[in-house]
């Protein structure tokens, strides 16, 4: 019953995704900051890739004097930001788990607090009885 609905919400979601993602991407285009970026990045991309793929092919003895088929520029700026997401969700997941630990940290100090509490109040009801019991039995 639910799984219906599930894929028609992600169906939905999906279809009102696209022409935000377009306009997003187009308007990244324009930005001269973000192009800038954006060709210094995929330069550093292209060196990295003929640099390993000539270590590979020397590595395996095939020839190193062929010429090395760039990468597609736009994929490689999907990959960047599919990695970018991945890091960024990590450092959320580490941050979260970092909050979950201080507040156990926190509910077993509370805990142990209260245990003392009720320590000291038994300890000064004791004394209090031992008083009394002083006052009490003067012999």
């Given at each position: 019953m639910v799984l219906p609905f599930l894929k028609l919400g992600t169906l939905a979601l999906k279809t009102i995704g696209k022409p935000i993602a377009a306009r997003i991407k187009q308007?990244?285009?324009?930005?001269?900051?973000?192009?800038?970026?954006?060709h210094n990045y995929c330069k550093s991309i292209q060196r990295n890739h003929r640099i390993t793929t000539t270590m590979q092919r020397r590595f395996y003895g095939h020839a190193t004097d062929v010429e090395i088929q760039p990468l597609n520029e736009e994929k490689v700026a999907v990959a960047a930001?599919?990695?970018?997401?991945?890091?960024?969700?990590?450092?959320?997941?580490?941050?979260?788990?970092?909050?979950?630990?201080?507040?156990?940290?926190?509910?077993?100090?509370?805990?142990?607090?209260?245990?003392?509490?009720?320590?000291?109040?038994?300890?000064?009801?004791?004394?209090?009885?031992?008083?009394?019991?002083?006052?009490?039995?003067?012999?």
């Open positions: 308007e990244a285009g324009r930005h001269p900051n973000f192009r800038k970026l954006d930001l599919f990695f970018e997401v991945q890091r960024s969700s990590r450092s959320e997941a580490k941050k979260d788990e970092i909050r979950r630990e201080k507040i156990e940290i926190n509910t077993i100090l509370e805990k142990q607090i209260e245990l003392l509490k009720q320590k000291l109040s038994e300890i000064e009801q004791i004394e209090r009885g031992n008083r009394l019991s002083g006052v009490l039995n003067f012999r």
